[in-house]
């Protein structure tokens, strides 16, 4: 027991000295930088499983859809009290799931909130990727959410919930296939409407979930697709996201916590340090995005909600190997660390989508063999 005293010491004395010597911003990044995963589905459809490997994996705090509308939706018809989380048109008993198994393997949430309920939308063209005809609708929602989930509302029947602090409003809406419509023709000019969308989606979600008044609550907008054609005629037309971030400011986008990327790569010949084309934004550029968002809004933090390689095998189109998945997840989170405005990185995802359409980043593959992603990710500095 005394040479194990001793050891420790030594082990204590060499690790001041050594952070005695790294440099500031260095130090700062790896103190700061919380690593989490992004999995949609597997902490809700297989708990007893998933849980325990993020334990393994060392996760910190995994992403969660908190889903407004939707299959998963939180509610099917207008609540008639929409800032009360019990009332009856609210139904949170698969998020109720998840924060409790969180909270039992002492794992953090991020929920994010997404998805426009039929009801809160007007006019023919409905859809999840559609705004609310009345963003105080959403606002109420976000109210009512961080007010469960406080750490302090008890159920009915005596259950008192665990605590959610972090929050994200939308996902990817400089992406037509999350927020539509992108661009709208007034006069002779197309105009970037998802970027006013967008800022008063944030700022609902933002208001209505600190509104509660309730200390640490976090709220990041953004979580950008890394690429935007800026094409308001292409098939396709969706907004870059250096252009975005200038667009939400000009809307008049004032009050959030943390700004939130996507830094996919564009094609697989990419290393997480290859330089992008225009109107991207990867890792390998990242510091343009976090100078500009310095520029405009002060030293406000960045996440990275969403990241990821996939593998071919299966995905013969997108993915790299298995050895450069690996690879490629050791050398993204070592950029992310140099870059002390980036304070979270989540891996997108825990376990590969069976459709081929879908997405093969996981560190497991569909059929539940790991891939050597898994041992990469477990070796991260925590």
Known sequence: MGSKRICIALITIVLSAVAATARPDNALAARGMQIGIFDPVQPIVAPEKTFPTLVKLHVKVIRVGLDWGGLLGVTKKRPAHAT??????????????????????KIQVLFSIYGTPRWAQSGKQKGL?????????LRRFAFAAAKRYSGSYKRSDGTVLPAVHKWLAWNEPNNPYFLKPQWMRVGRKYLPVAARTYAWICSAVWTGIHSTHLKGEVVACGSTDSYGNNAPKSARPSISPTRFLREVKHYGLRHFDVWAHHPYYRKPSQTPSAKPGQNTVTLGNIGVLTKLLGQLYGPKRLWITEYGYQT???DPLFG????KQARYLTQAYRIARRNPRITMMLWFLLRDESRLSGWQSGLFTAGGKRKPAYSAFARLPH
């Open 320 to 323: 790299v190997s298995w050895v």
């Open 84 to 105: 009360d989380p019990a009332d009856p048109a609210y139904d949170w008993s698969v998020y109720d799931r998840v924060v409790m198994n969180a909270k039992k393997y």
């Open 312 to 314: 071919r095998p299966p």
């Open 129 to 137: 990727n559609r705004a609310p005809t009345r963003m105080i609708d």
